[in-house]
């Protein structure tokens, strides 16, 4: 999976000289992480317990509660072609195939295992795995009868509000802090078709508030509401807060950048990860592309992540 995002994005291509090096090193690492990590996940599936159980539960729920999602209040979008969610505003380019292919990709391993809660992350700030989340939520959710959470899960530095365009909201740092258990601080994107757990007011101790076990609480409960639930949490380095929620996380999706990322970076990003959880990684603003000339055909090209975390 770490070359799903090839030629996702190629506006970087005068940096081609400077960055030629790095990506071959980078994607040699890359390949070598993927056959270990899908290594781990064969002999982790021998034996995994069958999740039946666990679905039939989730089914009970919403049969006793079938009024629960229209109890979630609605938030008004502005989504924009700055925004980068090409999934919405440019749906039939290679970028917006290349989110296709992943949704398609991890409905696949679900099949096959436990896996729900999907993190996504990257080593440092500004690879673009913001813009990931967001536009993996929304092909997860053009699935029929699939319901689908987004969660900002950085409570440092929230970015998701900026892409979907929305106004301040109560979120995750709220629900926290306060003593009630309602999950009144859940969106529905009605035009989307998507719902949405913002970060809310950035805490002064984010991590102590992560390590609360009310997080833990809440997503047992938001794991048997919705078919998926897709994490965007801070970048690995430096910080501590990906950490707690790759544990509670099913699997891990780590985002690379070309001309970003260094390869020291990468290394310790990947070690800092567990990997019987790193389910793939993604290539982000790569300057090559097999068949890029059959896609362009079909939309514009595809967008500059630059300016999103």
Same mark, same amino acid.
């Given at each position: 999976?770490?070359? $799903?995002?090839?030629?996702?994005?190629?506006?970087?291509?005068?940096?081609?000289?400077?960055?030629?090096?790095?990506?071959?090193?980078?994607?040699?690492?890359?390949?070598?992480?993927?056959? #270990?990590?899908?290594?781990?996940?064969?002999?982790?599936? !021998?034996? #995994? /317990?069958?999740?039946?159980?666990?679905?039939?539960?989730?089914?009970?729920?919403?049969?006793?509660?079938?009024?629960?999602?229209?109890?979630?209040?609605?938030?008004?979008?502005?989504?924009?072609?700055?925004? #980068?969610?090409?999934? &919405?505003?440019?749906?039939?380019?290679?970028?917006?195939?290349?989110?296709?292919?992943?949704?398609?990709?991890?409905?696949h &391993?679900?099949?096959?295992?436990?896996?729900?809660?999907v993190?996504?992350?990257?080593?440092?700030?500004?690879?673009?795995?913001?813009?990931?989340?967001?536009?993996?939520?929304?092909?997860?959710?053009r699935?029929?009868?699939?319901?689908?959470?987004?969660?900002?899960?950085?409570?440092?530095?929230?970015?998701?509000?900026?892409?979907?365009?929305?106004?301040?909201?109560?979120?995750?740092?709220?629900?926290?802090?306060?003593?009630?258990?309602?999950?009144?601080? $859940?969106?529905?994107?009605?035009?989307?078709?998507?719902?949405?757990? /913002?970060?809310?007011? /950035?805490?002064?101790? /984010?991590?102590?508030?992560?390590? *609360?076990?009310?997080?833990?609480?809440?997503?047992?409960?938001?794991? *048997?509401?919705?078919?998926?639930?897709?994490?965007?949490?801070?970048?690995? &380095?430096?910080?501590?807060?990906?950490?707690?929620w790759?544990? $509670?996380?099913?699997?891990?999706?780590?985002?690379?950048?070309?001309?970003?990322? #260094?390869?020291?970076?990468?290394?310790?990003?990947?070690?800092?990860?567990?990997?019987? !959880?790193?389910?793939?990684?993604?290539?982000?603003?790569?300057?090559?592309?097999?068949?890029?000339?059959?896609y362009?055909g079909?939309? *514009?090209?595809?967008?500059?992540?630059s300016?999103?975390?």
């Amino acid at each position: 999976m770490s070359r $799903i995002f090839d030629a996702l994005q190629k506006s970087e291509m005068e940096r081609a000289g400077s960055g030629a090096s790095t990506l071959s090193a980078a994607a040699d690492l890359l390949q070598v992480v993927e056959r #270990q990590s899908v290594s781990a996940w064969e002999v982790e599936k !021998k034996t #995994q /317990p069958s999740i039946a159980v666990e679905e039939r539960s989730a089914v009970a729920l919403l049969d006793e509660t079938p009024d629960i999602f229209s109890q979630f209040p609605a938030l008004e979008v502005s989504i924009t072609p700055q925004s #980068q969610l090409v999934s &919405l505003t440019d749906n039939g380019s290679l970028a917006a195939e290349k989110f296709r292919f992943l949704g398609v990709r991890l409905r696949h &391993l679900q099949r096959e295992r436990t896996l729900k809660k999907v993190l996504i992350t990257s080593t440092v700030p500004h690879e673009g795995k913001s813009m990931v989340a967001a536009n993996l939520a929304f092909m997860l959710a053009r699935k029929k009868n699939q319901k689908v959470l987004l969660i900002d899960g950085d409570l440092r530095r929230p970015s998701l509000a900026q892409l979907f365009g929305t106004k301040p909201t109560p979120g995750i740092c709220e629900w926290l802090q306060e003593e009630h258990n309602s999950l009144g601080n $859940i969106y529905h994107l009605e035009k989307l078709d998507l719902w949405y757990l /913002p970060a809310g007011t /950035p805490s002064t101790n /984010p991590l102590e508030l992560l390590q *609360s076990s009310k997080l833990t609480a809440l997503m047992e409960r938001l794991n *048997s509401m919705f078919d998926w639930v897709v994490i965007d949490s801070p970048p690995v &380095l430096p910080l501590a807060d990906t950490s707690v929620w790759s544990r $509670i996380a099913d699997g891990v999706l780590l985002v690379t950048r070309q001309g970003t990322t #260094q390869k020291k970076q990468l290394i310790k990003g990947i070690e800092a990860l567990d990997q019987h !959880k790193l389910i793939g990684t993604l290539l982000n603003s790569s300057r090559s592309s097999s068949h890029s000339d059959y896609y362009y055909g079909y939309g *514009s090209p595809p967008v500059d992540a630059s300016a999103h975390r």
